[in-house]
């Protein structure tokens, strides 16, 4: 008789990359990985031996960091030719459907490059009528189709056919009023962000103006851990430190892990040092990919002045129920959504990347016998 | 058209008596993040059996003896955030309380309807011929029904689909080893297709969340795929199923409109055993790209 076996499971199957160089040099650039993940939920900063923060840190994702949330709307409003032509293709334009989740709902995603991502159902997907593929997550019989459309392309004007298509399938075919998350940064300083909501608004629908959230803590005689970050790293000790980095950045008591502790018997493995303070910076909101390299160019230049700080940490999450992770890569949903990244800045100019998507295969078929 | 989203428990137990306990059942699947309910009234079929010598002069015993579903209040209180459906579960051992069961006029008004065979006989019978949507076992006491491939392979050609309930497994260890042990019978026999997994809660503190419920699949010998299809596409499987066994057998003919002037139904030809007024197709076709929208709707003589 066939037994299944259900005495071994393999923890969740995750995916690290990491990569290192040097800031300063054009090759070794880690531009890409800020610049292609578009929807950003928290970012937290924490820097090593320091009580005050400069103003110039802290503000850079505090200030015009505002965003909408535009409500009960239908996604045939994101195909118009007026709005695509102020907001699409003009500045960085990111909308993402709130609320819904990705593997049991049908998501919308409008990313800068213009494309938008439909990730829907097998029933709305059949109902809908535009050309899509099956997930790429889903093996023999898929639930999950992905339709993605670009916005940018020329032949996507009224009185072609294909726009004719697209405006009439999204208006007759799908009756889904969704709440959407939007934030655009405009292409010149003089054109305010909100003018965004003003549009939504004059069509007449409900747009509530949202802020992100800061919260700063410092916490005194902490042991950070020493990293070297040269070019023959090694990735375990990586992920040791990351994982330090996650103790310290949700306020776990990191001090008291002896052998015989009750609750928490975690030990940094690596060599730490005693510094006098850490400041550990977080925001919670919607950001764009520009206010994130803002912010990572100012924390380039303050690291590159502190050459006695061990290294500086910038840590991004995205949303666990986005349609796609970085560019345009599909993102799943099994029991885990989590697709962040984390960079590590030494004062020499080096710099580790650590992007991390948490199910990026196909969840499997078969048991084991 | 049945549109069954998100997450599904099958199974809220209830007694038809405690409905505040049900509410509340209800409320916590809803805050856990389950859309699809269906709430299960367990029935036993022994009461089928009539007493076969009847008196003179005594009149028989009219009427259902199948209470009819009881539970509108409660899905016109979720609609909009939950959608409940109503289930029976018969357990029956013969051919003859089968029979009857088809013949009652209540049993039909129920969305799901399940059995727990109790023989070995009754386990074949329900594999192979039995109009059910949903074939599930009482897990304090599994009995001597033995599975095998060919009947739990008719029984999956057939669309039935097989159910494996966790909250017994959380309150009695006799309960938890013999729902292990059938789950690993449907791994052996027939490689857990079809296999729903539900709560069968009676209050609140026996539900668990979805993704919770996922990983116990894996402990039932599901693989990875089938574990998250046994609480979403499994269960939407199952209620179009079930919304097709309750209508029966319909047609549907497409016609291009040629000429709006001609009289319609005039080359419409519907066969059916029963037709519903609002006509549901039981399984979505893919629409034909280059139809005019108003010719897909059939035309039905009433």
Redesign the interface.
């Known amino acids: 008789?066939?037994?299944?076996e259900?005495w071994n499971?393999s923890p969740p199957a995750c995916n690290f990359k990491f990569k290192r160089g040097n800031f300063n040099e054009l090759k070794t650039q880690c531009i890409d990985l800020i610049d292609l993940h578009h929807f950003n939920y928290l970012v937290s900063v924490v820097l090593p031996d320091t009580i005050n923060v400069p103003e110039v840190i802290t503000d850079a994702l505090n200030e015009d960091c505002d965003y909408y949330r535009v409500e009960d709307i239908h996604v045939s409003e994101l195909v118009n030719k007026d709005f695509i032509e102020i907001f699409v293709k003009r500045g960085h334009l990111i909308i993402l459907s709130d609320g819904t989740?990705i593997?049991?709902?049908d998501c919308v995603a409008l990313i800068p490059s213009g494309h938008l991502v439909l990730s829907l159902?097998r029933?709305t997907y059949?109902?809908l009528?535009l050309e899509g593929k099956p997930s790429f997550f889903s093996?023999s019989?898929p639930?999950r189709y992905v339709v993605q459309v670009d916005l940018k392309e020329q032949y996507f004007t009224p009185g072609k056919k294909y726009y004719n298509r697209v405006q009439h399938c999204l208006k007759?075919n799908l009756q889904l009023k969704l709440n959407l998350l939007v934030a655009w940064d405009p292409p010149e300083e003089k054109i305010c962000p909100s003018s965004v909501a003003a549009y939504f608004s004059s069509r007449g629908h409900k747009v509530l103006l949202c802020q992100p959230r800061f919260s700063r803590q410092v916490s005194y005689n902490v042991k950070v851990p020493e990293f070297f970050l040269g070019d023959n790293g090694d990735d375990d000790d990586a992920l040791e430190l990351i994982e330090w980095l996650g103790a310290f950045s949700i306020g776990a008591d990191l001090d008291s892990g002896a052998p015989d502790n009750f609750v928490n018997t975690y030990q940094c493995p690596l060599e730490t040092n005693d510094v006098g303070a850490a400041a550990h910076l977080q925001w919670t909101g919607y950001f764009t990919y520009s206010q994130i390299h803002r912010l990572f160019d100012r924390l380039r230049q303050y690291v590159l002045q502190r050459t006695s700080i061990p290294w500086i940490s910038l840590y991004v999450q995205g949303f666990a129920d986005s349609p796609v992770s970085w560019g345009l890569k599909e993102h799943q949903f099994?029991?885990n959504g989590d697709n962040n990244y984390v960079l590590f800045l030494h004062p020499t100019g080096n710099y580790l990347a650590c992007s991390y998507i948490s199910p990026n295969k196909?969840?499997?078929?078969?048991?084991k016998k | 058209m049945i549109s069954v989203r998100g997450f599904c428990d099958l199974n809220v137990f209830s007694n038809g008596e405690n409905k505040t306990s049900l509410k509340s059942t209800c409320q916590a699947l809803l805050d856990l993040g389950y859309r699809t309910v269906a709430i299960n009234s367990i029935f036993n079929g022994s009461v089928f059996d009539t007493k076969k010598k009847k008196k003179k002069g005594e009149m028989q015993e009219k009427g259902d003896v199948v209470p009819p579903p009881a539970n509108q209040d409660i899905i016109k209180e979720f609609k909009g955030k939950l959608d409940i459906y109503e289930r029976l579960t018969v357990s029956f051992s013969t051919q003859l309380q089968a029979h009857k069961l088809s013949q009652s006029v209540n049993a039909k008004m129920y969305s799901i309807l399940a059995v727990i065979p109790t023989t070995q006989v009754a386990f074949q019978y329900a594999c192979s011929v039995m109009d059910v949507d949903l074939i599930t076992f009482d897990p304090d006491d599994i009995g001597l029904v033995k599975c095998s491939r060919k009947m739990y392979n008719l029984a999956v050609d057939r669309g039935l689909s097989f159910e494996i309930m966790y909250m017994p497994a959380i309150r009695d260890s006799t309960a938890r080893k013999n729902i292990i042990q059938l789950a690993h019978f449907y791994h052996a026999f027939g490689k857990s297709k079809h296999i729903v997994i539900s709560s069968g809660a009676a209050n609140p503190f026996h539900v668990r969340g979805p993704y919770d419920v996922i990983n116990l699949g894996l402990l039932f010998g599901l693989s990875e795929e089938q574990s998250k299809c046994s609480i979403t596409t499994a269960c939407r499987f199952l209620l179009i199923k079930a919304a097709g066994r309750r209508l029966g057998k319909t047609i549907v003919i497409a016609n291009k409109d040629v000429n709006i002037d001609k009289e319609p139904g005039k080359d419409n030809v519907i066969e059916n055993d029963e037709v519903d007024q609002d006509f549901e197709e039981p399984v979505q076709k893919k629409l034909r790209q280059d139809c005019p929208e108003s010719s897909i709707a059939p035309n039905i003589d009433t």
Request: with cysteine.
């Open positions: 008789m066939l037994c299944p259900v499971f989740n593997d049991t709902d159902n029933q059949q109902e009528g093996r019989k639930n007759e099994y029991t196909r969840p499997k078929s078969k048991t």
